[in-house]
């Protein structure tokens, strides 16, 4: 199907996102379509100010690292995830991460998007929100949500671009 050329998939580095990603890898290769593989890093809380005005440490360099060191770890982890076999692209952005997976979705021109749920619930579902759900509400194409197999474990400061 021609709909299926370009499927997007966010990664947190969490289980539920590599199920989702061995999913999404399935299709690509099925439909001959090009995988885009999207980990989002969440920007930085504000950062207390001295009373002189100035920061206790450089924000920009921080996030920097933060960009760099995401980059090689998706590099690194995807080198070990994915086959050869598909055309794959790797993408790493900063901001709100259910903002970034749609926005590279559309920009992309995504037929599909593919992206993992924790299954949270309750108190925790409240208080962080599902970054999946907000991306099915806005997504500017089909989604296929894969839910977390039963063993995973999410990782305490995620619920970022997988949800």
Not at 48 to 60: E, I
Not at 77 to 95: I, P
Request: glycine share 6%; charged share 25%.
């Amino acid at each position: 199907m021609e709909m299926f050329r370009t499927i997007v998939c966010p990664v947190d580095f969490s289980d539920a996102s590599y199920a989702a990603l061995e999913t999404a890898q399935g299709l690509a290769r099925h439909f001959g379509g090009e995988l885009i593989v999207i980990h989002v890093v969440e920007p930085i809380p504000p950062v207390p100010v001295d009373t002189d005005g100035s920061m206790r440490f450089d924000v920009f360099q921080y996030e920097d690292e933060l960009m760099t060191s995401a980059d090689r770890l998706l590099q690194e982890t995807m080198a070990e995830r994915l086959t050869d076999d598909v055309k794959t692209r790797l993408v790493v952005v900063g901001g709100v991460p259910w903002e970034e997976v749609v926005r590279v979705a559309a920009e992309e021109n995504a037929g599909l998007l593919v992206i993992a749920t924790h299954g949270r619930a309750g108190w925790k579902h409240l208080l962080f929100g599902s970054v999946t759900e907000k991306v099915i509400r806005v997504a500017p194409c089909p989604v296929l949500v894969i839910r977390a197999p039963k063993d995973s474990e999410t990782p305490p400061e995620h619920d970022q671009a997988s949800g």
